[in-house]
């Protein structure tokens, strides 16, 4: 029998999918791990239990979470809801308003900030501008367009045939507008029209062909003419769809019925689209044209304006743009999603987005070798947890990427480019899906759907359950076994945790739960759903390292797991799940530890036809107690 030691001194490659468990022979194969959930993988290779779930409160419904941060030291979440937004500080509720977005609205949001000040936008609603001011209060209002007398200064488009004509019945007051086809809808009533440059409201459509215009301004004849335009954002065509500065410029990218079209705003006047005559400071539009047309999914204020399509992604440059030598680029060709807006986010200098087929995270990166943009796959090693993303946040403080998917699932990435670390691991609630996540202030905040009730949490490495509450009785009160204000949990199967004994499977009935008689009456307990960390080791490789054992018979001698600051070890080495007594003091139940734990093995394991399947180790532990695995050796025996 031939004996060697395998070596895991990080899971730097995360989870590997399936179908990669025989490609011993690549790099990656040597960090990563079959399974890996309920955890988050260390910046530095090791793998700790993820925090719980601490629940702030139930909402009122389905809501889109979105971060605003006027400074390092005043940071907020709103909580989009049904026509009102939420607003929370350091994970409290402190006030509401109005908004005219509901859930049907949550897909397509878009947003972007600026000091006080948040735009939010969806092609089907009028465009919003939330403000908060300095009494704490929050103002929501729409945009409000540069405007004089005579003028809006709004974007402006022709939507028909470039042949149609009108022909005013005068030239000044309220007129009579005939068309040579078809161009009215009765929505067009106080909609603003352009008819050789001078500015007028629809006050009345009679047909399709007919309309009646105030005008501001007299016009220079009666006469037919091509020269008309409509606003561009209405209720009959749309409103933007996304949005962000760049260059001291607001900008818009596409709307519903003009999905490849850019506009930028005049420099330093946000609200004035006034394309004027092609001056350096003056308003920029033009469309994205290719062989198809790819609607804008999103833009992005970065090294340079980075605009992400349905079918590609672009570069526009510029230093700085003006509308003579704006430069528009494509860069690669792998597009986003369209039915669903997933925030764009930076990290060191890439930006992430998620890719059109629903499987990837990919990252939008300038080399200056190529002096062009690439977009490298995130997700190429553990595509199996990429089911079409809906949400993401970045976790700058913890180097996690967390990705919500339709499915409910939470797939975590820790991102770490200059060490070479990519590693995705997956995260579920008991019985809950996620819906959104966010990141604000440090804190990571996640939206949790079950049986139709939706629930607000923050990650908190002090809970070791999710949707977690601590109660506690009253100074002088006496202990008890019955515990209510529990009515968010209400319906649901929670575990209790007190002094160091766990209670599961106790039924909340009426916000009220009653402890079990080998808890008995206590002061303080620790309620919520039970989660499992689970690491599953890989196949083990040939001694060449090039492809897994075939049929040879293979048995784990011994483990060694290298743990720190860990409160519990359960190991299946070969015969079922057991737990393991860790060298800390009895006396202290929350005392942890630091150190190597050598487990022997026996038993001897053959691969059928393909190799061995499955690892000679897993990890799984639903205790509320801490857990780092920082590496593993293994001593395998293999007979030849």
């Not at 009646?212 to 209720?235: G, H, Y």
């Not at 607001?250 to 005559?277: Q, T």
């Not at 290298?562 to 079922?576: A, C, H, K, W, Y």
Request: aromatic letters at 8%; a negative charge; glycine letters at 10%.
């Amino acid at each position: 029998m031939a004996r060697r030691v395998l070596e895991k001194n990080t899971f730097s490659t995360g989870e590997l999918a399936p179908e990669l468990w025989g490609r011993s022979d690549l790099s990656a194969y040597a960090n990563g791990a079959a399974r890996l959930r309920n955890v988050f993988i260390e910046p530095s290779g090791g793998v700790r239990r993820r925090p719980g779930i601490r629940l702030i409160d139930e909402l009122p419904g389905p809501a889109r979470l979105i971060q605003f941060e006027f400074n390092t030291e005043q940071t907020y979440l709103l909580a989009f809801g049904d026509n009102r937004a939420l607003v929370f500080e350091d994970g409290v509720e402190t006030i509401w308003f109005e908004t005219t977005f509901g859930p049907e609205h949550h897909d397509l949001l878009n947003w972007t900030q600026s000091a006080d000040t948040l735009l939010v936008v969806h092609p089907d609603a009028p465009p919003v501008r939330i403000t908060r001011t300095g009494d704490g209060s929050w103002q929501t209002s729409l945009w409000a367009w540069r405007e004089t007398n005579f003028r809006t200064s709004q974007p402006y488009y022709k939507f028909v045939e470039p042949a149609a004509t009108l022909t005013p019945s005068g030239t000044s007051g309220t007129v009579t507008l005939t068309a040579n086809m078809d161009v009215f809808v009765p929505e067009h009533v106080g909609t603003l029209w352009r008819i050789q440059g001078v500015e007028g409201e629809i006050t009345s459509v009679s047909d399709a062909r007919t309309a009646q215009i105030a005008l501001k301004q007299a016009l220079p004849n009666a006469n037919a003419t091509v020269d008309f335009v409509e606003q561009a954002f209405s209720e009959v065509r749309g409103w933007p769809r996304s949005v962000t500065f760049h260059q001291d410029r607001l900008i818009i990218g596409g709307s519903r019925d003009l999905p490849n079209r850019l506009w930028m705003s005049k420099s330093g006047d946000l609200f004035n689209f006034e394309l004027g005559e092609g001056l350096d400071d003056e308003a920029i539009e033009f469309a994205l044209l290719a062989d198809q047309v790819n609607a804008i999914t999103g833009i992005f204020a970065g090294r340079h304006l980075q605009v992400f399509t349905s079918g590609s992604e672009w570069m526009v440059t510029g230093d700085p743009l003006t509308p003579a030598n704006v430069q528009v680029t494509r860069q690669t060709r792998i597009g986003s999603q369209s039915d669903r807006t997933v925030p764009l986010v930076n990290v060191d200098g890439a930006t992430l987005f998620a890719g059109r087929s629903g499987r990837e995270i990919r990252e939008f990166l300038f080399t200056d070798v190529e002096q062009a943009y690439g977009s490298a796959d995130l997700a190429l090693l553990s595509r199996h947890l990429i089911h079409h993303p809906i949400d993401q946040a970045f976790d700058p403080d913890r180097r996690l990427l967390h990705v919500v998917m339709r499915d409910g699932s939470l797939a975590t990435l820790t991102l770490y480019r200059s060490e070479a670390i990519t590693a995705w691991s997956a995260q579920s609630v008991a019985g809950c899906a996620f819906a959104s996540v966010s990141v604000s202030g440090g804190d990571v905040y996640v939206v949790l759907e079950r049986d139709g009730r939706y629930f607000l949490g923050v990650f908190d490495p002090q809970c070791g359950f999710d949707l977690y509450r601590r109660q506690a009785v009253v100074a002088g009160e006496a202990p008890r076994r019955h515990w209510g204000n529990l009515d968010p949990l209400d319906g649901l199967d929670i575990s209790v945790w007190h002094d160091g004994v766990l209670a599961e499977d106790i039924a909340v009935a009426g916000g009220t739960i009653t402890l079990p008689d080998h808890i008995g009456a206590v002061s303080e307990i620790e309620v919520g759903l039970p989660f499992t960390h689970e690491i599953y080791a890989l196949p083990p490789a040939a001694s060449d390292g090039s492809r897994p054992h075939g049929g040879n018979a293979v048995r784990l001698v011994s483990v060694t797991l290298r743990l720190q600051e860990t409160g519990q070890l359960r190991v299946d080495t070969g015969r079922g799940l057991r737990d393991v007594a860790l060298p800390v003091s009895t006396d202290d139940k929350d005392a942890l530890y630091s150190g190597d734990i050598t487990l022997r093995a026996l038993g001897w394991r053959r691969g059928s036809g393909g190799g061995l399947k499955s690892g000679l180790w897993r990890i799984a532990g639903a205790l509320p107690r801490p857990f780092l695995l920082l590496g593993v050796a293994s001593e395998m025996g293999v007979n030849d």
